[in-house]
């Protein structure tokens, strides 16, 4: 009999997760370096990677870490599904704002600013053949 239960609950739960599609708020992993002699404690109170100067976290896209699950309101038991969405924001971009020249960012990357990528490719466009040098 506990059997047929717990078929019945797996069929209800497969069925709820085909209703529609959810979006889940779990947690990204973020590694970032430091100085040599600083402690990662310090930096959201991260810890230090084995032997190294990198620190790694697991932090919502607002750099908070205090909750299991990412999202604005409750969630379900696999962080989906959350009432009023997933915590936005750019965690790299929010670290090295919040920490400055103390880091280096490892793991996500830095999203790329629109005015660096249009200097390059204006720097492409300035450049002809003739001003090339071989080596």
């Known amino acids: 009999m506990h059997f ?25 992993t973020v590694k970032f370096d430091i100085r040599r002699k600083d402690d990662c404690h310090n930096y959201l109170k991260s810890t230090r990677i084995f032997l190294s100067i990198t620190c790694k976290n697991r932090l919502c896209n607002d750099l908070s870490a205090n909750s299991i699950c990412c ?8 962080c ?4 009023g969405g997933c915590l936005k924001g750019d965690i ?8 400055g020249k103390d880091i280096t960012m490892v793991k996500p990357k830095p999203k790329k600013s629109k005015e660096s990528s249009d200097d390059l490719d ?14």
């Not at 999202?71 to 696999?78: I, N, P, Q, R, T």
């Not at 989906?80 to 009432?83: E, L």
């Not at 790299?92 to 920490?99: I, T």
């Open 4 to 28: 047929i239960g717990l078929i019945l609950f797996v069929i209800l739960a497969m069925q709820s997760w085909q209703l529609g599609e959810s979006e889940c708020c779990k947690k990204t």
């Open 71 to 78: 999202g604005v309101g409750s969630c379900d038991v696999f």
């Open 80 to 83: 989906c599904n959350c009432d």
């Open 92 to 99: 790299a971009e929010q670290m090295v704002n919040k920490f």
């Open 122 to 135: 204006n720097l492409d466009e300035d450049l002809s053949d003739s001003q090339l040098v071989p080596y």
